[in-house]
């Protein structure tokens, strides 16, 4: 009788413990999704446009995609850019992937966040 009632509230305890996960991952789960993918929709909510010919280290680590590296790597390229001629570096999302380590993915991601004058 007692294994009995053990096996039960077994049961049971699984039972609550797949149904709690199941509420989890549909309430929980496409939010995390969604910022995991680098979805611009959460994203624009957090960074105001940048433009990557005036913006400073910190506000291009905040892009989808862009790092440290490829952050510095951008203002090295606008910043030699500048000297040899006098227009922008940068004048659409495209022209970023003159820069090394962005590809057309990365420009993808982030074209939405950027604003170019």
């Known amino acids: 009788m007692a294994d009995c009632r053990q096996k039960r509230i077994q049961s049971f305890?699984?039972?609550?413990?797949?149904?709690?996960?199941?509420?989890?991952?549909i309430y929980f789960a496409p939010n995390l999704i969604k910022i995991n993918t680098g979805s611009s929709a959460i994203v624009s909510q957090a960074v105001n446009s940048i433009n990557p010919n005036t913006a400073e280290l910190e506000s291009l680590v905040r892009l989808p995609d862009i790092g440290f590296s490829r952050a510095q790597a951008i203002?090295?390229?606008?910043d030699s850019f500048i000297k040899d001629?006098?227009?922008?570096?940068?004048?659409?999302?495209n022209d970023l992937q003159k820069v090394a380590g962005i590809g057309p993915k990365t420009v993808q991601n982030v074209k939405e966040l950027l604003e170019f004058e």
């Open 85 to 93: 001629n006098s227009k922008l570096a940068f004048e659409t999302p």
């Open 13 to 25: 305890a699984f039972v609550i413990s797949a149904f709690s996960a199941l509420c989890f991952a």
């Open 75 to 78: 203002i090295e390229y606008r």
